[in-house]
T-cell receptor, first 110, second 113 residues
Framework: NAGVTQTPKFQVLKTGQSMTLQCAQD?????MSWYRQDPGMGLRLIHYSVGAGITDQGEVPNGYNVSRSTTEDFPLRLLSAAPSQTSVYFCASSSFDGYTFGSGTRLTVV | QQQVKQSPQSLIVQKGGISIINCAYENTAFDYFPWYQQFPGKGPALLIAIRPDVSEKKEGRFTISFNKSAKQFSLHIMDSQPGDSATYFCAASRNNAGNMLTFGGGTRLMVKP
């Protein structure tokens, strides 16, 4: 019963580098989303998807891209990392039973 | 624009005491109000949730009180235990799935033995 799996758990990037944060769910949920968590600001929505092939922007989408080619996977791409993207990133999937979050990726951009 | 405001940012309670965390929202279209509990190094986990057709929901030591006219809701933790020490987030959405959650800023709770 894996739920939502995120990789990697930790990552250090240099400014300007690109990378992809992976997210996979095995609950057959249609809705998936990416949040970033910063101290005192709660979780802010970056991008979300209501099903395979459909994505949309959240509150803080700049500097990030997503795609949803399958129901299971929802990767988040950082195009050119900036220090302002230092954060903890959470992927979530949801159904009528509520949201299930992954354990997070702690990203540091130096 | 912060649509869900949460207070306090941090809270220290003695073991056995009552912990109270408050949230206020602006969007009257919200119709689902969950609370999440997060331990260090983990993702948030659903604790308890309420819809605006009831004013209170209780699950064990955890109670949500909801005031629709004031656009406020709160989490009460009765008989607080050291194991309750965590960060708590309120959230709101227009649906419990298929619509994005808007989170409050979080409250770091410490329960002293």
């Amino acid at each position: 019963n894996a739920g939502v799996t995120q990789t990697p758990k930790f990552q250090v990037l240099k400014t300007g580098q690109s990378m992809t944060l992976q997210c996979a769910q095995d609950m057959n949920h249609e809705y998936m989303s990416w949040y970033r968590q910063d101290p005192g600001m709660g979780l802010r929505l970056i991008h979300y998807s209501v099903g395979a092939g459909i994505t949309d922007q959240g509150e803080v989408p700049n500097g990030y891209n997503v795609s949803r080619s399958t129901t299971e996977d929802f990767p988040l791409r950082l195009l050119s990392a900036a220090p302002s993207q230092t954060s903890v990133y959470f992927c979530a999937s949801s159904s009528f039973d509520g949201y299930t979050f992954g354990s997070g990726t702690r990203l540091t951009v130096v | 624009q912060q649509q869900v405001k949460q207070s306090p940012q941090s809270l220290i309670v003695q073991k056995g005491g009552i912990s109270i965390i408050n949230c206020a929202y602006e969007n009257t279209a919200f119709d689902y109000f969950p609370w999440y509990q997060q331990f260090p190094g983990k993702g948030p986990a659903l604790l308890i949730a309420i819809r605006p057709d009831v004013s209170e929901k209780k699950e064990g030591r955890f109670t949500i009180s909801f005031n629709k006219s004031a656009k406020q809701f709160s989490l009460h933790i009765m008989d607080s235990q050291p194991g309750d020490s965590a960060t708590y987030f309120c959230a709101a959405s227009r649906n419990n799935a298929g619509n994005m959650l808007t989170f409050g800023g979080g409250t770091r709770l410490m329960v002293k033995p």
